[in-house]
């Protein structure tokens, strides 16, 4: 479905749908034709999971996180989000509760204690979003350590230059076009390297998501530029194409 299709059916604005494309939040295909955007029914599944998230009081840097994790498991997320949305129910019941009995003691038909009249107004803290933090944050690093460290030092050191050849490769190409068959190509072997090497999978939005870590994370964008300057920003455009072919391709 294109864009406007999508807004009305969702009830997000079009002007929303371009924010969430242009943070990465939700990047859909393109028509070939004209370039407009096409959104798949995973895109529309991605955006069920957003609204979700956002009903849960998540933050939108935080939802992106949980979606692009190689772990987020969309059944697990349901439970947890349902779980989220009735603590919301039962809170704001509280809040309607103490509203009533503020009417009440306005109008002089009962008495309110302080503490009475906060009852309901607690927005400290998202127990939740911690749990889902834990679930799909951490799990898929812890999983990626143990790999490594169970494959010991000399298997260490060979995943270790095997990355940096990889890295070399494509910072000789950086110069070029992402989408260019060379660039794609080197980019489809960094993809099932990372898949066979860290004990996590990546899926297309996650391998594009690590891609935009790239940048957007100083510490790797100083790390991965010291093979060739730029190559962070090129690997996040390449990175975006290759996960866009795979989504059309329906991989997984």
């Known amino acids: ?20 494309d242009r943070d990465g939040l939700l990047r859909p295909g393109r028509d070939p034709n004209n370039s407009y955007r096409v959104y798949t029914d995973r895109d529309a599944d991605r955006l069920q999971q957003i609204l979700l998230f956002r ?15 190689p772990g987020f498991d969309r059944e697990q997320a349901f ?45 400290s803290t998202n127990p939740y979003e911690e749990e889902a933090r834990a679930r799909w944050g951490s799990e898929a ?5 143990q790999k490594l460290a169970s494959l010991g030092e000399e298997g260490g050191q060979r995943i270790g230059e095997t990355m940096n050849a990889l ?3 494509l910072a000789a190409l950086r110069k070029g076009d992402p989408a ?22 990546y899926g297309p939005e996650a391998f594009a998501g690590l891609g935009r870590m790239y940048v957007e994370d100083e510490r790797f964008a100083k790390n991965i530029d010291r093979f060739g300057e730029g190559l962070s920003a090129f690997l996040k455009e390449a990175m975006a194409r290759y996960a866009e072919k795979l989504i059309r391709e329906g991989a997984e």
């Open 1 to 20: 479905m294109n864009i406007k299709e999508l807004a009305r059916v969702s009830g997000v604005s079009v002007r929303t749908l371009h924010l969430y």
């Open 55 to 69: 009903a849960c009081g998540f933050p939108l840097k935080v939802i992106r996180e949980l979606l692009d994790s």
């Open 79 to 123: 439970i947890l989000q349902q779980e989220a949305l009735k603590f919301e129910k039962s809170r704001i019941e509280g809040m309607l509760n103490t509203l009533e009995k503020s009417m009440n003691a306005l109008k002089g038909k009962e008495s309110m204690s302080d503490t009475e009249k906060f009852e309901g107004f607690d927005f």
């Open 141 to 145: 690093v812890d999983k990626s350590r």
């Open 167 to 169: 890295f070399a490769r």
């Open 180 to 201: 260019s068959e060379d660039a794609q190509a080197a980019v489809a072997e960094l993809y099932g390297f990372f898949n066979n090497n860290f004990g996590v999978h």
